[in-house]
């Protein structure tokens, strides 16, 4: 991700503007702070979504997978 990628999605109504950070240029591994959230990309450009359904969240929550 770079900051223009960011802004653009953030005009596109895709992100909240702020809500979102270009990762350090030497970090390698996702290892996001107790408040943070990693997400990729490709999930929105695909389109991709999930169901809200309360029995998958909670069957997420057993592997340590959270919905925000």
Do not use: N, S, W, Y
């Not at 997400?39 to 909670?58: K, N, Q, S, Y």
Request: proline share 7%; net charge negative; glycine share 6%.
């Amino acid at each position: 991700m770079t900051q223009a990628m960011i802004q653009d999605m953030e005009r596109r109504g895709i992100l909240e503007v702020g809500f979102a950070q270009v990762p350090p240029l030497r970090e390698t591994l996702a290892k996001p702070h107790p408040d943070e959230v990693v997400i990729f990309r490709d999930f929105f450009t695909t389109g991709l979504c999930f169901p809200l359904d309360a029995a998958v969240v909670e069957i997420f929550t057993l592997f340590g997978v959270f919905l925000h």
